[in-house]
């Protein structure tokens, strides 16, 4: 299974597609870290998120009990604190860290309501760099607003060697948002599609991570289905293969659904007993209802390590669609 911890909604950035910062929780009433302990050992992927999960100021107990439940522990944060994530890089080097960006530094920063917030971003990853971190990179929510910076990012990234996370605004109780829309439609598709054909050709030198780009490519795939308002290429296992933590120590299925799926609440049950619940098996009907075609990180990427037939056969065929110069068949 793969876990992702929101462990506040506290955040010092004012971004337009998310309004968490608008509607922080108290730190005082957020979940204490050792409620974590419940969280089952041999996790494929952990995700510490927020909010800005960096304005914990116990941020570093929350990483020295998850860093024991999974081989790779990832930090999801705008890398404005680039000291403290400094710190706990030298600690556990062997972390994922995921610096959020919206574009180049006038547009981020405008985006982001963050002065200053792309030197910052920037400067994280090159301290991370120099401390031999393997795993670092930027992640981007793409919209209308920020799409034509897109693939001189991708540029930049390959260039510094560093991954490259996407997503796309969504609509949900996690961002506090219900009227995030692509207005430039149209626009947004053709640029998503030079973005994946980007993928498919990537330019960077390791195998490994050209191979990583091209199922990028189809990540960004399920991206602008989303978009474009399709059902999601493979189905989602929120609640099964993925679950969430908030803020409070609830355990919830996902963060895309319009309200919360909560399972249970680990600071008076055990794991176990919110998993093999009655309310969890009812929150499992709910996802399997679910309408909403929401692709995301968090539930996209599990979907496929559950399916990977298929990705793997899109990601065959259209390699070889664009090494004959021909287009991508979406």
């Known amino acids: 299974m793969e876990c992702a911890i929101i462990t506040t909604y506290r955040c010092n950035a004012k971004c337009s597609m998310c309004l968490a910062w608008a509607n922080p929780s108290k730190a005082e009433e957020e979940f204490d870290p050792g ?114 910076d897109l693939l001189d990012l991708y540029t930049l ?50 195998f490994r991570k050209r191979v990583k780009d091209w199922f990028r490519a189809y990540i960004n795939l399920g991206l602008l289905g989303h978009v474009m308002g399709e059902k999601r290429p493979i189905p989602c296992g929120a609640g099964t293969d993925t679950f969430f933590v908030d803020p409070w120590g609830r355990v919830l299925a996902c963060n895309g659904s319009r309200e919360p799926f909560v399972m249970g609440d680990l600071k008076t049950q055990s794991f176990e007993e919110i998993w093999h619940s009655d309310q969890a098996d009812m929150v499992r009907r709910q996802v399997a209802e679910c309408s909403l075609n929401c692709w995301m990180t968090g539930t996209a990427v599990p979907a496929m390590r559950r399916r990977p037939l298929q990705p793997l056969l899109w990601v065959l065929r259209n390699k070889l669609q664009v090494m004959r110069g021909k287009p991508v068949n979406l």
Not at 177 to 202: H, M, P, Q, T, W
């Open 157 to 206: 990234v390959a260039a510094m060697d560093i991954e490259f996370a996407n997503a796309v605004v969504h609509n949900s109780f996690y961002f506090f948002k219900d009227d995030n829309r692509i207005e430039n439609i149209e626009e947004v598709r053709g640029l998503f599609i030079e973005f994946i054909n980007a993928l498919l050709c990537s330019p960077r030198g390791p």
């Open 35 to 148: 409620i974590l302990e419940k969280i089952p050992g041999g996790m494929k992927r952990l995700n510490i998120t927020g909010g800005e999960p960096l304005l914990r100021r116990d941020i570093m107990d929350i990483v020295r009990i998850l860093n024991t439940k999974s081989h790779r522990l990832e930090i999801s944060t705008n890398g404005y604190y680039y000291k403290k994530l400094e710190a706990i890089a030298k600690e556990f080097p062997g972390i994922t860290v995921r610096v959020s960006i919206e574009g180049l530094p006038e547009l981020n920063d405008r985006l982001r309501g963050l002065k200053n917030g792309f030197d910052h971003a920037l400067r994280s990853i090159l301290r991370l760099k120099r401390l031999g971190l393997k795993d670092i990179g930027f992640a981007m929510t793409i919209s209308g607003d920020n799409i034509h």
